[in-house]
């Protein structure tokens, strides 16, 4: 048995001293010998350097630190660019009001003493914004005893009513909207006549209104100076504004008109009751500074579901109808 177990030694001694001087005696095949074999030579590893950009702020150390966690020990990171922010598209301009349009008479007649609406000139922008600033005034005078009104300023009245108090920037947003560039911006101005039809334009002006054209009508200011109040002129204006809307080619926003009035001007909510619209809401105002005072606005608004050539007809029906209306209780009264 021992000789046995010691010829089966010798037997198996030769082969594993041949096999590893086979090994020591043969490099190991390279990639260019055998292109089939896998290579286990490391890779060549390329380093980027990365560059930090000022305008982005630096990564925070927690940050860093979990980013390292998760590269292994000593790993770095580079942070991706923020993504740019998407500005708003704009749309084409809008088209100027055309001379044609702004040369027309929306309502009201031509006969000596009569009022009618039309489109402002250059040279009427200084009373216009005469009118406007009776228009903040008017206002003011709804709140004359209350005590916060005293300590609110000229500028606070202003900004309530949404009327720009710089002079000069007042001018020029006149200027531009008179000259048909003023977007979906609009005034229109009521005059009486006093003289000839050659003289309609040194008529004076006695009232305007102030709307804006979007997905809807927006009725902004709707002035009468004093002394013509009680002749129906603001549905006279509003008439006028309807017309204008129509000639645009905007009929469809005439079958949603809004408006927001303040509570406490009842004249002009009952104005507005008679020519249809309906009170939709509420909403408050702080007035100034750590001032106490709050005025209430009430929002207001004439949905129609027919069409825009009804709905024109009907509403200059209205606004027809409370004119003479208005005109019969100032005859009575006199």
């Known amino acids: 048995a021992a000789a046995a177990a010691a010829a089966g030694e010798a037997r198996r001694q030769p082969r594993l001293t041949l096999a590893r001087a086979t090994r020591e005696k043969s490099p190991p095949p390279t990639p260019q010998e055998s292109p089939s074999a896998p290579s286990m030579a490391p890779k060549a590893t390329r380093v980027t350097r990365v560059t930090r950009v000022p305008k982005f702020p630096p990564a925070s150390p927690g940050l860093r630190r979990r980013l390292t966690m998760r590269g292994g020990r000593g790993a770095s990171m580079a942070l991706p660019r923020p993504m740019p922010r998407m500005m708003p598209r ?93 977007g979906q911006h609009a005034t229109l101005q009521v005059q009486q006549v006093h003289g000839a039809l050659e003289d309609l334009r040194q008529s004076p002006i006695v009232g305007y209104v102030h709307f804006v054209v979007s997905d809807h009508l927006n009725v902004s200011h709707l002035k009468v100076t004093g002394e013509h109040r009680g002749q129906g002129l603001g549905a006279l204006l509003l008439a006028g504004m309807v017309r204008y809307v129509e000639l645009a080619g905007h009929g469809e926003t005439i079958c949603d008109m809004r408006l927001v009035v303040m509570s406490r001007n009842e004249q002009a909510q009952q104005l507005y009751d008679a020519l249809g619209f309906e009170k939709t809401g509420a909403r408050g105002k702080q007035v100034g500074q750590g001032s106490k005072g709050r005025i209430e606005w009430t929002k207001m608004s004439r949905i129609s579901a027919t069409s825009p050539e009804q709905t024109v007809q009907d509403f200059l029906a209205q606004c027809e109808s409370r004119r003479a209306e208005r005109s019969s209780e100032t005859a009575e009264a006199a």
């Open 90 to 182: 704009r749309g084409p301009a809008p088209a100027p009001v055309p001379a044609w349009l702004r040369e027309k008479i929306f309502a009201g007649s031509t006969q000596v003493g009569d009022y009618f609406v039309s489109w402002p000139t250059v040279a009427d922008v200084q009373r216009l914004r005469s009118i406007e600033r009776e228009f903040v005034f008017d206002h003011k005078q709804l709140f004359l005893h209350d005590a916060w009104a005293e300590v609110a300023s000229e500028n606070d009245w202003y900004r309530i009513v949404n009327v720009i108090g710089d002079e000069a920037q007042a001018l020029s947003a006149i200027s531009r909207i008179v000259a048909g560039r003023g």
